[in-house]
């Protein structure tokens, strides 16, 4: 069984900064993708930024705010957020596409972590 597993979430005051860390754990084949998504009541969960061997993708509005980082040998990924607005109040989410050395031949497939709060407030 492979987890993610998240903390850094919390409260903040708007312009503050927080770091958030995911931790896959678990028999690990491949993992393509490691990344971040948010999202809040009512609306869809959202891309907030990613990172594969090649390229780091952000969301437009993290652009510039947010610092995306992975450390391969640990299979562990990071997200910098700087100058939080109330906006980015949400449930943040780890994910990966990945496969389990128990299930390699199917491929990757999408994990998803619990979650982690991060409000923003004044």
């Known amino acids: 069984q492979v987890q993610l597993v998240e903390s850094g979430g919390g409260l903040v005051q708007p312009g503050g900064s927080l770091r958030l860390s995911c931790a896959a754990n678990?028999?690990?084949?491949?993992?393509?993708?490691m990344g971040w998504y948010r999202q809040v009541p009512g609306k869809q969960r959202e891309l907030v930024a990613d990172?594969?061997?090649?390229?780091?993708k952000y969301a437009d509005g993290l652009k510039g705010r947010a610092t995306i980082a992975r450390d391969y040998a640990k299979n562990t990924v990071t997200l910098q957020m700087n100058t939080l607005e109330p906006e980015d109040t949400a449930v943040y989410f780890c994910?990966?596409?990945?496969?389990?050395?128990?299930?390699?031949?199917?491929?990757?497939?999408?994990?998803w972590g619990q979650g982690t709060q991060v409000t923003v407030f004044s």
């Open positions: 994910y990966a596409k990945l496969a389990a050395w128990a299930a390699w031949e199917g491929g990757e497939s999408d994990y």
């Open positions: 678990g028999m690990i084949f491949s993992m393509s993708i």
């Open positions: 990172i594969t061997r090649d390229r780091a």
